[in-house]
Protein backbone atom coordinates (compact mmCIF):
# COMPACT_ATOMS: atom_id res chain seq x y z
CA UNK A 1 0.00 0.00 0.00
CA UNK A 2 2.79 2.61 0.62
CA UNK A 3 3.64 1.61 -2.85
CA UNK A 4 2.94 4.40 -5.19
CA UNK A 5 1.57 3.88 -8.67
CA UNK A 6 3.88 3.01 -11.58
CA UNK A 7 3.58 4.65 -14.84
CA UNK A 8 0.53 6.80 -15.85
CA UNK A 9 -1.70 4.78 -18.14
CA UNK A 10 -2.86 7.67 -20.42
CA UNK A 11 0.57 9.57 -20.93
CA UNK A 12 3.16 6.94 -19.21
CA UNK A 13 4.75 9.71 -17.17
CA UNK A 14 6.11 8.59 -13.98
CA UNK A 15 5.59 9.63 -10.12
CA UNK A 16 2.51 10.40 -9.76
CA UNK A 17 1.28 12.85 -6.69
CA UNK A 18 -1.10 11.76 -3.80
CA UNK A 19 -4.39 13.48 -4.08
CA UNK A 20 -6.37 11.54 -1.46
CA UNK A 21 -5.73 8.79 1.13
CA UNK A 22 -7.59 6.06 3.17
CA UNK A 23 -10.83 5.86 0.64
CA UNK A 24 -12.46 2.32 1.88
CA UNK A 25 -14.04 -0.15 -0.21
CA UNK A 26 -16.84 -2.74 0.52
CA UNK A 27 -14.32 -5.70 1.98
CA UNK A 28 -11.85 -4.13 4.01
CA UNK A 29 -10.00 -3.19 1.37
CA UNK A 30 -8.45 0.85 1.52
CA UNK A 31 -7.62 2.70 -1.99
CA UNK A 32 -5.53 6.21 -2.21
CA UNK A 33 -6.08 8.39 -5.47
CA UNK A 34 -2.70 9.38 -7.41
CA UNK A 35 -2.91 12.38 -9.49
CA UNK A 36 -0.41 12.39 -12.53
CA UNK A 37 1.76 15.88 -12.81
CA UNK A 38 1.70 15.03 -16.81
CA UNK A 39 -1.59 15.11 -17.87
CA UNK A 40 -3.56 14.88 -14.84
CA UNK A 41 -4.90 12.02 -14.83
CA UNK A 42 -6.03 10.47 -11.72
CA UNK A 43 -5.66 6.59 -10.82
CA UNK A 44 -6.88 4.60 -7.98
CA UNK A 45 -4.27 2.80 -6.17
CA UNK A 46 -3.98 -0.08 -5.94
CA UNK A 47 -5.69 -1.96 -8.26
CA UNK A 48 -8.39 -4.27 -7.13
CA UNK A 49 -7.46 -7.72 -8.56
CA UNK A 50 -9.46 -10.13 -10.18
CA UNK A 51 -10.83 -12.02 -7.54
CA UNK A 52 -11.82 -8.62 -5.73
CA UNK A 53 -13.52 -7.56 -9.08
CA UNK A 54 -15.63 -10.50 -9.21
CA UNK A 55 -16.67 -10.14 -5.62
CA UNK A 56 -17.80 -6.84 -6.46
CA UNK A 57 -19.73 -7.83 -9.47
CA UNK A 58 -21.70 -9.75 -8.04
CA UNK A 59 -23.96 -11.97 -10.07
CA UNK A 60 -26.71 -9.91 -9.94
CA UNK A 61 -24.29 -6.57 -10.94
CA UNK A 62 -26.15 -6.08 -14.31
CA UNK A 63 -29.51 -8.89 -13.21
CA UNK A 64 -30.56 -5.90 -11.02
CA UNK A 65 -31.99 -4.03 -14.23
CA UNK A 66 -34.96 -6.84 -14.93
CA UNK A 67 -36.65 -5.16 -12.13
CA UNK A 68 -36.97 -1.96 -13.80
CA UNK A 69 -40.59 -0.46 -13.33
CA UNK A 70 -42.25 0.93 -15.86
CA UNK A 71 -41.94 4.90 -14.29
CA UNK A 72 -38.56 3.74 -14.57
CA UNK A 73 -38.53 2.80 -17.99
CA UNK A 74 -40.27 5.66 -19.19
CA UNK A 75 -37.54 8.12 -16.94
CA UNK A 76 -35.08 6.10 -19.36
CA UNK A 77 -36.86 6.89 -22.13
CA UNK A 78 -37.25 10.67 -21.50
CA UNK A 79 -33.47 11.15 -20.36
CA UNK A 80 -32.37 9.51 -24.09
CA UNK A 81 -34.54 11.44 -26.33
CA UNK A 82 -31.72 13.91 -27.22
CA UNK A 83 -29.47 11.15 -27.78
CA UNK A 84 -31.61 9.37 -29.92
CA UNK A 85 -33.12 12.65 -31.67
CA UNK A 86 -29.63 13.39 -32.56
CA UNK A 87 -28.32 9.61 -33.73
CA UNK A 88 -31.59 9.52 -35.79
CA UNK A 89 -30.24 12.75 -37.54
CA UNK A 90 -26.59 11.39 -38.10
CA UNK A 91 -27.11 7.56 -39.06
CA UNK A 92 -29.45 6.28 -41.94
CA UNK A 93 -32.50 4.12 -40.76
CA UNK A 94 -31.31 0.62 -40.17
CA UNK A 95 -27.37 1.62 -39.37
CA UNK A 96 -24.93 -0.73 -37.04
CA UNK A 97 -24.40 0.69 -34.09
CA UNK A 98 -22.52 -0.96 -30.58
CA UNK A 99 -23.38 -0.01 -27.45
CA UNK A 100 -19.84 -0.91 -25.45
CA UNK A 101 -20.48 -1.53 -22.11
CA UNK A 102 -24.16 -2.20 -22.49
CA UNK A 103 -25.03 -3.51 -18.90
CA UNK A 104 -28.34 -4.57 -18.89
CA UNK A 105 -28.92 -3.75 -22.55
CA UNK A 106 -31.81 -1.13 -22.00
CA UNK A 107 -29.88 1.62 -24.64
CA UNK A 108 -29.43 -1.16 -27.52
CA UNK A 109 -33.15 -2.12 -26.54
CA UNK A 110 -34.25 1.10 -27.17
CA UNK A 111 -32.00 1.86 -30.15
CA UNK A 112 -33.24 -1.31 -31.46
CA UNK A 113 -36.76 -0.13 -30.64
CA UNK A 114 -35.74 3.04 -33.56
CA UNK A 115 -35.01 0.99 -35.97
CA UNK A 116 -31.38 0.71 -35.59
CA UNK A 117 -29.37 -3.05 -35.88
CA UNK A 118 -28.06 -2.37 -32.42
CA UNK A 119 -25.75 -4.25 -30.33
CA UNK A 120 -24.82 -4.38 -26.82
CA UNK A 121 -21.29 -5.39 -25.56
CA UNK A 122 -20.29 -6.08 -21.81
CA UNK A 123 -17.56 -8.08 -20.23
CA UNK A 124 -20.00 -8.36 -17.10
CA UNK A 125 -23.27 -9.97 -18.36
CA UNK A 126 -24.25 -13.73 -18.25
CA UNK A 127 -23.31 -15.35 -21.91
CA UNK A 128 -26.48 -16.08 -24.11
CA UNK A 129 -29.11 -13.79 -22.63
CA UNK A 130 -29.99 -12.64 -26.19
CA UNK A 131 -28.74 -12.94 -29.49
CA UNK A 132 -28.10 -8.70 -29.51
CA UNK A 133 -26.26 -8.67 -26.65
CA UNK A 134 -22.42 -9.93 -26.53
CA UNK A 135 -20.83 -10.91 -23.41
CA UNK A 136 -16.95 -9.87 -24.12
CA UNK A 137 -14.36 -7.63 -24.58
CA UNK A 138 -14.20 -4.70 -27.01
CA UNK A 139 -11.22 -6.92 -29.19
CA UNK A 140 -13.93 -10.13 -29.23
CA UNK A 141 -13.41 -11.63 -32.79
CA UNK A 142 -17.15 -11.74 -33.07
CA UNK A 143 -17.18 -7.63 -33.90
CA UNK A 144 -16.47 -7.09 -37.41
CA UNK A 145 -13.63 -4.10 -37.70
CA UNK A 146 -14.78 -1.30 -39.75
CA UNK A 147 -18.50 -2.74 -39.58
CA UNK A 148 -20.41 -0.18 -36.83
CA UNK A 149 -21.51 3.53 -37.50
CA UNK A 150 -21.69 4.52 -34.30
CA UNK A 151 -20.31 3.26 -31.02
CA UNK A 152 -22.00 4.60 -27.88
CA UNK A 153 -19.58 4.35 -24.73
CA UNK A 154 -21.42 5.30 -21.50
CA UNK A 155 -19.46 5.61 -18.19
CA UNK A 156 -17.12 2.54 -19.50
CA UNK A 157 -13.57 3.62 -19.93
CA UNK A 158 -12.89 4.64 -15.93
CA UNK A 159 -13.17 0.66 -15.35
CA UNK A 160 -11.06 0.07 -17.71
CA UNK A 161 -7.51 -1.08 -16.84
CA UNK A 162 -5.50 -0.19 -20.53
CA UNK A 163 -8.45 2.80 -21.63
CA UNK A 164 -5.91 3.98 -24.34
CA UNK A 165 -5.57 -0.01 -25.79
CA UNK A 166 -9.17 -0.44 -25.80
CA UNK A 167 -10.34 2.85 -27.31
CA UNK A 168 -7.98 2.61 -30.01
CA UNK A 169 -9.52 -1.52 -30.52
CA UNK A 170 -13.15 0.32 -30.73
CA UNK A 171 -12.35 2.96 -33.03
CA UNK A 172 -10.99 -0.08 -35.20
CA UNK A 173 -14.90 -1.26 -35.33
CA UNK A 174 -16.06 2.00 -36.69
CA UNK A 175 -16.53 2.29 -40.25
CA UNK A 176 -14.77 5.74 -41.62
CA UNK A 177 -17.10 8.42 -40.98
CA UNK A 178 -18.37 6.38 -37.96
CA UNK A 179 -19.05 8.41 -34.79
CA UNK A 180 -18.58 7.66 -30.51
CA UNK A 181 -20.21 9.48 -28.29
CA UNK A 182 -18.54 8.79 -24.99
CA UNK A 183 -18.96 9.89 -21.43
CA UNK A 184 -17.34 9.74 -18.11
CA UNK A 185 -17.55 11.04 -15.01
CA UNK A 186 -15.28 14.54 -14.40
CA UNK A 187 -13.38 14.79 -11.42
CA UNK A 188 -12.83 17.82 -12.67
CA UNK A 189 -16.23 19.09 -11.94
CA UNK A 190 -17.57 21.43 -8.69
CA UNK A 191 -19.49 18.15 -7.63
CA UNK A 192 -15.86 16.52 -6.81
CA UNK A 193 -15.11 19.94 -5.20
CA UNK A 194 -17.62 19.84 -3.21
CA UNK A 195 -18.63 16.47 -1.73
CA UNK A 196 -15.09 14.75 -1.90
CA UNK A 197 -15.32 11.15 -1.14
CA UNK A 198 -18.81 11.43 -0.95
CA UNK A 199 -19.08 12.34 -4.09
CA UNK A 200 -21.18 9.17 -6.09
CA UNK A 201 -19.08 8.60 -9.38
CA UNK A 202 -15.87 7.96 -7.49
CA UNK A 203 -17.28 3.95 -6.94
CA UNK A 204 -14.00 2.84 -5.66
CA UNK A 205 -12.83 0.51 -6.55
CA UNK A 206 -14.66 -0.31 -9.71
CA UNK A 207 -13.57 3.07 -11.30
CA UNK A 208 -9.69 3.03 -11.38
CA UNK A 209 -9.47 5.65 -14.32
CA UNK A 210 -10.64 9.55 -13.15
CA UNK A 211 -10.96 11.60 -16.04
CA UNK A 212 -10.07 15.26 -16.30
CA UNK A 213 -10.66 17.69 -19.57
CA UNK A 214 -6.99 17.51 -20.05
CA UNK A 215 -6.44 14.26 -19.57
CA UNK A 216 -9.35 12.49 -21.67
CA UNK A 217 -7.87 14.93 -23.97
CA UNK A 218 -4.39 13.51 -23.44
CA UNK A 219 -5.88 9.87 -24.19
CA UNK A 220 -7.92 10.76 -27.46
CA UNK A 221 -5.13 12.54 -28.85
CA UNK A 222 -3.53 9.11 -28.86
CA UNK A 223 -5.79 7.44 -30.99
CA UNK A 224 -5.22 7.26 -34.69
CA UNK A 225 -8.15 9.21 -37.30
CA UNK A 226 -9.88 10.33 -34.42
CA UNK A 227 -11.42 13.93 -34.39
CA UNK A 228 -13.46 15.53 -31.67
CA UNK A 229 -16.64 17.41 -32.84
CA UNK A 230 -18.14 18.19 -29.70
CA UNK A 231 -17.66 18.20 -25.95
CA UNK A 232 -19.90 19.09 -22.93
CA UNK A 233 -19.76 18.62 -18.82
CA UNK A 234 -23.64 17.71 -18.60
CA UNK A 235 -25.94 15.09 -20.06
CA UNK A 236 -29.46 14.57 -19.12
CA UNK A 237 -28.75 10.65 -18.80
CA UNK A 238 -26.02 11.19 -15.42
CA UNK A 239 -25.84 15.12 -14.05
CA UNK A 240 -28.68 15.42 -11.79
CA UNK A 241 -28.38 12.06 -10.69
CA UNK A 242 -24.81 12.36 -9.70
CA UNK A 243 -25.29 15.19 -7.52
CA UNK A 244 -28.41 13.37 -6.08
CA UNK A 245 -26.88 9.93 -4.96
CA UNK A 246 -23.67 11.74 -3.92
CA UNK A 247 -26.30 13.52 -1.15
CA UNK A 248 -28.15 10.44 -0.65
CA UNK A 249 -26.53 7.40 -1.34
CA UNK A 250 -29.18 5.10 -0.52
CA UNK A 251 -31.77 6.05 -3.43
CA UNK A 252 -29.34 4.30 -5.49
CA UNK A 253 -31.70 2.85 -8.01
CA UNK A 254 -30.17 -0.79 -8.12
CA UNK A 255 -30.23 -0.89 -4.28
CA UNK A 256 -33.22 -0.04 -3.91
CA UNK A 257 -34.43 -2.63 -6.06
CA UNK A 258 -32.06 -5.37 -3.86
CA UNK A 259 -33.38 -4.11 -0.81
CA UNK A 260 -36.99 -4.55 -1.90
CA UNK A 261 -36.59 -7.49 -3.22
CA UNK A 262 -36.24 -6.50 -6.98
CA UNK A 263 -39.18 -3.81 -6.79
CA UNK A 264 -38.73 -0.25 -6.89
CA UNK A 265 -41.06 1.48 -4.16
CA UNK A 266 -42.77 4.00 -6.37
CA UNK A 267 -42.87 6.99 -3.16
CA UNK A 268 -38.85 6.26 -3.59
CA UNK A 269 -38.73 6.60 -7.41
CA UNK A 270 -40.36 9.73 -6.81
CA UNK A 271 -38.75 11.20 -4.48
CA UNK A 272 -35.57 10.25 -6.71
CA UNK A 273 -37.15 12.05 -9.73
CA UNK A 274 -38.35 15.00 -7.28
CA UNK A 275 -34.68 15.89 -6.06
CA UNK A 276 -33.62 15.32 -9.69
CA UNK A 277 -35.48 18.10 -10.52
CA UNK A 278 -34.04 20.00 -7.54
CA UNK A 279 -30.51 18.80 -8.54
CA UNK A 280 -30.85 20.24 -12.06
CA UNK A 281 -30.15 24.16 -11.77
CA UNK A 282 -26.59 23.18 -9.77
CA UNK A 283 -26.05 20.88 -12.57
CA UNK A 284 -26.91 23.45 -15.15
CA UNK A 285 -24.65 25.74 -13.84
CA UNK A 286 -21.44 23.75 -13.06
CA UNK A 287 -22.35 22.51 -17.15
CA UNK A 288 -22.02 26.41 -17.39
CA UNK A 289 -18.74 26.90 -16.02
CA UNK A 290 -17.30 23.82 -17.47
CA UNK A 291 -17.19 22.18 -14.29
CA UNK A 292 -20.30 19.68 -14.90
CA UNK A 293 -20.56 16.32 -13.29
CA UNK A 294 -19.64 14.27 -16.55
CA UNK A 295 -17.47 15.35 -19.71
CA UNK A 296 -19.21 13.58 -22.86
CA UNK A 297 -17.45 13.58 -26.04
CA UNK A 298 -18.81 13.27 -29.66
CA UNK A 299 -16.04 12.35 -31.61
CA UNK A 300 -15.45 11.04 -35.34
CA UNK A 301 -13.28 8.51 -37.59
CA UNK A 302 -12.19 10.38 -40.37
CA UNK A 303 -10.77 8.68 -43.79
CA UNK A 304 -7.21 8.29 -44.51
ZN1 LIG B 1 -0.44 11.21 -17.16
Redesign the pocket.
Known sequence: MTEQPGR?R????QS?ELALAGLPGAFQDTYSLYR?R????VTTHPLPGEDLLLRYYAPDYWVRGKGRSRVFDLLFRARMAGLMHRLQKALPQGARVLDWGCGDGALPALMRGKGFEAYGLDKFIPAKVSPWLIQGDIGDDRLEKGSFAAITCFHLLEHLSDPVRDLRLAFDLLAPGGIMILEVPNISSLGFQVFGTRWQPLEIPLHVNHFTPA?LK?LIGQIDHLALEKAATFSWRTSASSIVLSLFPKLAPGDMRRRNRGRHPLSWLLAYLFLQIGALPFATAEAALNRGEVLRLWLRKYDG
Open positions: CICGAPCECSFSY
